[in-house]
């Protein structure tokens, strides 16, 4: 699938560090979430559905994805 990311707004979480390399997120006109590395704006993103979106960010605030202590 091709996706027109020309017009999309990227931004970053505001607990990014201003300076560094991040992930950045656009919500899409065509309903799609793209996610791309701030590092290679012009490279290629990743696209998700908000059903999929949605299921990853509950993952993260219920810390399924926090790495195992040692």
Request: glycine share 12%; net charge negative; with cysteine.
């Amino acid at each position: 699938m091709t996706v027109d990311l020309t017009g999309a707004e990227w931004f970053k979480s505001s607990y990014s560090n201003p300076d560094g390399d991040c992930v950045e997120v656009a919500f899409l006109d065509s309903g799609l979430i793209g996610v791309r590395d701030s590092k290679n704006p012009n490279g290629s993103a990743l696209l998700f559905t908000h059903g999929d979106w949605d299921a990853f960010t509950a993952g993260v605030l219920d810390g399924q994805f926090n790495r195992p202590h040692s």
